[in-house]
């Protein structure tokens, strides 16, 4: 069975710092990844999506991501953070089955400071 | 484009009561799903429509939870009767194609659900 796993359930930086939110995944076959963010109030929103065409995944608001496949992992990076980055993260895999279902990994609050 | 709406966003209700969510998905996606996070875990899914029809409801916690989407447009999900454990946010999520594993689900803002 498809699981992701976020270390880190709250991750500190300083504006202008990188930001670094940590993904690994566990499956038996090529999985799908998906980023999304919630913002206070909000509804999550998706970042970016990996879908085995290039490994390093570009999304919204200057964020990457890169599927390894050695590491299993599916981190998420933005070179330098800004007060409006500050929110919730949710990376997840999407069960191999005949119709769509994400499962999430717990979470990861990003805070930043001035 | 409106998005995925969900009413309310906030209940308070009282172990034993009766409490119904409603979503509206986005317009034209054949796709619903419902998901819940309780406090501090992760984001489980509950169920999935396509259309009118319940196409996996693996992730419902027992029979006190009942979700309907009749016209295959809005969707309601029933909690009788709520106990503690129900507490949480109830998230739906719409998209397009069933089949596609990539497709991308926009999810609502949530309910939030307090059961004292």
């Known amino acids: 069975a498809q699981s992701v796993t976020q270390l880190g359930s709250h991750v500190s930086v300083s504006e202008g710092a990188l930001v670094l939110l940590r993904c690994n995944y566990s499956s038996s076959v090529p999985p799908y990844l998906f980023w999304y963010v919630q913002y206070p109030n909000q509804g999550l929103q998706l970042l970016l999506k990996y879908t085995s065409a290039a490994t390093l995944v570009k999304g919204i608001n200057g964020f990457e991501a890169e599927f390894k496949k050695s590491e299993t992992s599916f981190h998420l990076t933005k070179p330098s953070a800004h007060m409006s980055d500050a929110a919730e993260y949710f990376c997840a895999v999407s069960v191999l089955t005949g119709f769509q279902k994400l499962v999430f990994g717990t979470g990861t609050r990003l805070l930043v400071s001035p | 484009e409106a998005g995925v709406t969900q009413f309310p966003s906030h209940s308070v209700i009282e172990k034993g009561q009766t409490v119904t969510l409603r979503c509206d998905p986005i317009?034209?996606?054949?796709?619903l799903y419902w998901y819940r996070r309780v406090m501090g875990k992760e984001i489980k899914f509950l169920l999935h429509?396509?259309?009118?029809?319940?196409?996996?409801e693996s992730g419902m916690p027992n029979n006190r939870f009942l979700a309907e989407r009749t016209g295959g447009t809005y969707s309601t999900l029933k909690v009788q009767p709520a106990e503690l454990e129900d507490s949480g946010v109830y998230f739906c999520?719409?998209?397009?194609?069933?089949?596609?594993?990539?497709?991308?689900?926009?999810f609502g803002p949530g309910t939030r659900l307090t059961v004292l």
């Open positions: 317009s034209g996606h054949d796709n």
């Open positions: 999520a719409s998209s397009q194609r069933a089949g596609d594993l990539t497709d991308t689900q926009y």
């Open positions: 429509f396509v259309k009118e029809s319940k196409q996996d």
